[in-house]
């Protein structure tokens, strides 16, 4: 009988731990890390709702608006993304290079405003190189 109320008990607390909902990222470093969890789980939606309360404290943050346009992108909102990471080049002019070879991207590649965007040439998945009218001018 002890040992009966001593495993129901352990049992209790599991449940109890399992139970408890996470908690909420509160500052903007958690966000990020959060978000970057998501993305990592594949969960974009989830990355984007950490993402929005983290702009919302850091609106010009350069981190911030290329994470939301990864996870726009990765969740199919392709202009939203466009948006976002024409955000983040402004701010930071590097995130043209990291964009380059982001592959949640890959569905951007043939379009012009991004081409134009970071400004360089774009591998496609099959290896060729297509050339941005950017180059070209």
């Known amino acids: 009988e002890r040992e009966l109320h001593e495993r129901c008990r ?8 399992k139970s408890k909902t996470p908690a909420v990222p509160k500052t903007l470093e958690e966000q990020i890390l959060a978000a970057t969890v998501a993305l990592n789980t594949d969960a974009p ?8 309360l983290a702009r ?3 609106p010009d ?10 996870s726009r992108a990765a969740d ?3 202009d939203t993304a466009l948006i976002h ?12 290079f990291l964009a380059r070879h982001e592959s949640s991207f890959e569905p951007l590649h043939e379009q012009e405003s991004f081409q ?7 591998s ?13 001018d």
Do not use: M
């Open 61 to 70: 943050s350069n981190e911030v608006h290329y994470l939301l346009a990864v």
């Open 56 to 58: 919302k404290e850091a």
């Open 116 to 122: 134009h965007l970071i400004g360089s040439v774009v």
């Open 124 to 136: 496609s998945p099959s290896g060729d190189s297509k050339t941005s009218s950017a180059e070209l």
């Open 10 to 17: 352990l049992y209790l607390e599991v449940i109890e731990r």
């Open 76 to 78: 199919g909102d392709l």
């Open 85 to 96: 990471l024409r955000r983040a080049v402004e701010l930071n002019a590097d995130n043209r």
């Open 45 to 52: 939606r989830e990355a984007i709702q950490y993402l929005e």
